[in-house]
DNA sequence: CTTCATGCAAAACATTTGCAGCTGG
DNA sequence: CCAGCTGCAAATGTTTTGCATGAAG
């Protein structure tokens, strides 16, 4: 709660200081976003949306989407069949636990790889500018069901 | 060289055990893949094959590419935006380093990476099948244009 | 007031699918 | 022979775009 205001003040005062209008629409999807609730999809953004706003469309929530990721306020965890999915608690890179049966996806940390990226670099001449790691596995939860059902 | 024939021999003896066809459509696509070279996307696969084989159709491309993702033979690289690219040469899980302006792909080993994800694995209780991680960035090449052009 | 955002519908794009006809084993 | 493959065209699903209308600042 505290991180997430904080996170939506963030968002909301880069948005005027670069003169793009705070609509209602607009705001509510920040707020989504800054809530850092789970990784949404632009579907699922545009639905929790559409319960304040019915008449938004899922243009407007994809263009908001793209306005913020071009500010580097959010992550796009873009797969290739399956639609993005988005992370405004932390926009900087970092690896991803995905469950392939209940698509949950959670956060960790690894420092590891910072280091592993400016190797890389060293060795191969590359300037890396970003990353992206993500693990793929059964949740606790699914492994349960997976089991008895 | 060595290495590809001995990738193509596999795939083709794994596509008869299981009695599917080798026609010559699809003995031309394996050949591509086998070889290694590069990460090519399907349209890339394609148009090479249409080399040969003038009338084959991109859906059959895409058709024994599935088939030997199925079989576990190659590793899509999907992206949401750019299209797919397949890696022949080594199916098995491994880090790709990314050339954002070229879009070259070039292959690399992270052996921590499975140590990596055992460790997660104890600590979140997961079930980890797979992972993926890529690192973006600029490749010497085109960071030599880009100081120039 | 003017510019930018919205909402709709259509387009874009990669990939998949249905199906009639062909062909490898 | 005939199950499975091909090639076409149409469908799919996600994301983007063009444009007329509307509202924020």
């Known amino acids: 709660m505290r991180d997430s205001n904080v996170r939506l003040e963030h968002m909301l005062s880069k948005l005027k200081r670069q003169h793009f209008r705070i ?3 607009r705001l509510c999807v920040v707020k989504i976003l800054a809530a850092g609730k789970g990784h949404p999809s632009a579907e699922e953004i545009y639905a929790q949306v559409k319960k304040d706003f019915p008449t938004t469309s899922l243009a407007t929530v994809y263009k908001t989407i793209n306005l913020l990721k071009e500010m580097g306020e959010i992550l ?3 797969f290739s069949h399956d639609s993005s999915r988005y992370d ?3 926009p900087h890179p ?3 636990l995905i ?3 209940c698509k949950r996806i959670v956060d960790f940390e690894a420092p590891a790889l910072t280091g592993m990226a400016r190797d890389i670099s ?3 001449g590359y300037e890396i500018v970003n990353h992206r790691l993500d693990f793929f596995g059964i949740c ?6 997976k089991q008895s059902g």
Do not use: D, V
Request: one cysteine or more; a neutral charge; glycine letters at 8%.
């Open 122 to 124: 060293r060795k191969t």
């Open 94 to 96: 970092h690896p991803h």
């Open 23 to 25: 609509t209602p629409q």
């Open 88 to 90: 405004g608690s932390n």
């Open 76 to 78: 796009e965890l873009g």
């Open 99 to 101: 469950c392939m049966r």
């Open 140 to 145: 606790p939860e699914c492994r349960e069901e």
